[in-house]
């Protein structure tokens, strides 16, 4: 049971398709987060997305690519986050 509640925060969390990344964006959907999910492999990360849903963002990149984000985001999404408020911790 989450003690924070995370609702009307986005939290990017790299590495999400397994381990301990995949770990986090479980945890911070379940305390409320809109999670973008960030990983090379993007039939872990549509899995990840049909387990947690519409809250969860699936982007198939590589966090170390420094030309990243940028090809990474559709119009869609971009539009969709950038208007969305972040709260770091």
């Given at each position: 049971m989450?003690?924070?509640d995370?609702?009307?925060?986005?939290?990017?969390?790299t590495?999400a398709s397994?381990?301990?990344g995949?770990?986090v964006?479980?945890?911070?959907?379940q305390?409320?987060?809109?999670v973008?999910?960030?990983?090379?492999?993007?039939?872990?990360?549509?899995a990840?997305?049909?387990?947690l849903?519409d809250?969860?963002?699936?982007?198939v990149?590589?966090?170390?690519?420094?030309?990243?984000?940028?090809?990474?985001w559709?119009?869609t999404?971009?539009?969709?986050?950038?208007s969305?408020?972040?709260?770091?911790?």
């Amino acid at each position: 049971m989450s003690t924070t509640d995370l609702h009307g925060s986005t939290a990017v969390v790299t590495g999400a398709s397994r381990g301990f990344g995949r770990a986090v964006a479980i945890a911070l959907h379940q305390a409320g987060a809109e999670v973008v999910a960030v990983a090379r492999d993007g039939e872990r990360l549509e899995a990840l997305r049909a387990e947690l849903g519409d809250r969860l963002t699936p982007v198939v990149a590589d966090a170390a690519d420094r030309s990243w984000p940028a090809p990474s985001w559709s119009g869609t999404d971009r539009a969709r986050w950038s208007s969305t408020p972040a709260r770091r911790r």
